[in-house]
């Protein structure tokens, strides 16, 4: 069991209208700790009726919330943010609990969240309008900037805490009000949230929890209720496109946060153990379960024996095992769904020609655990060229020219982070102007921060989330003409 020095943040109900409340139908659904199996604790489970009093809560209680002062919206959400860094323990706890991961990153998620609220505390402040040079002498005009409304939200396992994090923070930071709806593998964390944004003052209907297996359902309410006028979600890109056609019916703001398949290039003139560390953590992070995490490393020809000895010789390194244990560098994958989604792609691969140097797979630590694994002799016909992997499976692509690099990294539907490793100061320019993503990593592996833009374009998504653009996506923008001057 989860020994909490504050055992009230660990919820069992989900959290609308400022109550803690049990399913209208008494339904539960099990959480359970990936590494063990164990279940960690029976939660009530909720459907679209409370998702709708959830939506006609934030709705009543919008106009309020809407009309606090920037400073008022600041003090709470920074307030929010002492809160959650003070409790960064208990949250990671209960967080490797449900999810799996390592309890060092863990505390790196929870602060990365938390990060997002400190960061739009202060974004509030700048939400500027403009004054415009008049087209005759008896107008003036002005732009002001409103916050959208009612904004409902639907989160991934992989991040249980981060990814509501960044969203609930510029939401709230532009005067919305706001519905989450996190993964029903995952809702511990959300619910830990919830308990501590009541603690800074988060005022009753302004932050909603809904949890439930239906999720379906839920998420049909979310996108068709005429209430919800923001819709912001982050997951596969499948379900993404079904939720942001829902979305269409009352034509819905979106943003969407969606799959990715990264590429890796290490060219010749890289730094071959800088890229080895990058390429390790960027591909094992979370087990390899990000939408950002390197999906297809590709390798010049004259580095390909030095990289691929010493990365693998890395890989079989990596301690695997539960998240608590010390030292556990790859904790287990979120369920046996995902071990048998990574088994079929690397038999796939294996099957048309793939060599295994570092053969991971299935593991004994547990049902939910498969070991890091390294392929070569992979190329575009198998299925983990085209498809995200999320798991710890890491297939070396080779090739020969800059510009063979960049039409294999680019040929994919997606368009989410990217990464080289390259010191030729022409060459860098060419490849990161070249490379269609929404994100550039150059001799990094880790890219993710509040200050930065974080988001995709093709079918990654739309929209970013961070930086001095992400309050943008929960404002909308006013035009005032004034005559007769
Ligand atoms: N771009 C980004 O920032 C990120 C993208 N992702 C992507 O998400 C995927 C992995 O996460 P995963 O959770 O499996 O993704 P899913 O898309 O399966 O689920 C994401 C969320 O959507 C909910 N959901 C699933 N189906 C529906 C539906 N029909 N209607 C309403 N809600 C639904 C899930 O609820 P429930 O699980 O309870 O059914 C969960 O809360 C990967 O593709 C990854 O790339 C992940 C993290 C970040
Ligand atoms: O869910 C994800 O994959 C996150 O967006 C990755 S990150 O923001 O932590 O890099």
């Known amino acids: 069991m989860l020994n909490l020095n504050s055992p009230d943040l660990l919820r069992k109900q989900s959290y609308i209208d400022g109550e803690w409340v049990d399913a209208d139908n008494g339904n539960t659904l099990d959480v359970t700790n990936p590494a063990t199996g164990e279940v960690i604790a029976t939660i009530a489970s909720c459907g679209a009726t409370e998702t709708r009093r959830a939506i006609e809560s934030a709705d009543k209680a919008w106009p309020a919330w809407r009309d606090r002062t920037v400073k008022e919206r600041a003090k709470i959400l920074r307030d929010w943010y002492n809160l959650i860094i003070d409790n960064v323990d208990d949250l990671a706890a209960i967080l490797t609990a449900e999810q799996g991961k390592p309890l060092s990153e863990a505390k790196t998620e929870i602060v990365y969240g938390a990060n997002y609220l400190e960061w739009f505390a202060e974004e509030a402040k700048r939400a500027y309008g403009d004054v415009i040079a008049p087209p005759s002498k008896d107008k003036r005009l002005v732009v002001i900037k409103q916050p959208v409304g009612v904004t409902a939200s639907i989160t991934p396992w992989n991040f249980p805490s981060a990814m ?26 959300a619910l830990a949230m919830a308990v501590l944004a009541e603690k800074a003052g988060v005022p009753k209907g302004v932050f909603n929890v809904v949890v439930g297996k239906s999720s379906r ?98 890989v079989k390194a990596l301690k695997v095992g539960n998240g608590f ?62 498809e995200e992997i999320f798991g710890p499976v890491a297939p070396l692509f080779k090739f020969d020219t800059e510009e063979e690099a960049i039409r294999m990294a680019n040929d994919t539907e997606f368009g989410l982070a990217s990464y080289f490793y390259a010191r030729d100061i022409g060459r860098i320019w060419r490849v990161a102007e070249g490379l269609e993503y929404g994100m550039v990593g150059i001799n990094e592996g880790i890219i993710s921060n509040e200050m930065a833009p974080f988001g995709g374009i093709k079918e990654s998504g739309s929209g970013r989330e961070g930086s001095k653009y992400g309050i943008d996506d929960y404002l909308e923008i006013k035009y005032l003409c004034m005559g007769g001057i």
């Not at 960044?166 to 993964?183: D, E, H, N, Q, W």
């Open 164 to 189: 509501i994090a960044r969203k609930v923070a510029p939401a709230l930071a532009a005067g919305c009000t706001f519905i989450s709806k996190p993964a029903s593998e995952t809702p511990l964390s």
């Open 217 to 314: 359902e839920i998420g049909t309410e979310m996108t068709t209720n005429p209430l919800v006028r923001k819709f912001t979600f982050t997951g596969s890109t499948a379900v993404g496109k079904q939720l942001q056609a829902q979305c269409a019916g009352t034509v819905k703001k979106t943003s969407m946060e969606l799959g990715g398949n990264a590429p890796f290039i290490v060219f010749d003139d890289a730094d071959i153990d800088a890229a080895v560390k990058g390429a390790i953590i960027c591909k094992y992070r979370n087990a390899g379960q990000t939408c950002v995490c390197a999906n297809r490393i590709l390798v010049q020809a004259g580095v390909f024996e030095e990289f691929s000895q010493k990365f693998t010789a890395a």
């Open 325 to 386: 244990d010390a030292g556990t560098e790859v904790g287990p994958m979120i369920n046996t769904g995902a071990v048998a989604d990574v088994k079929a792609l690397v038999e796939d691969a294996m099957g048309k020609g793939a060599k295994a140097l570092s053969e991971g797979g299935p593991s004994d630590l547990g049902e939910c655990f498969f070991t890091p694994t390294v392929l070569a002799d992979v190329n575009d016909t198998m299925r983990l060229f085209k």
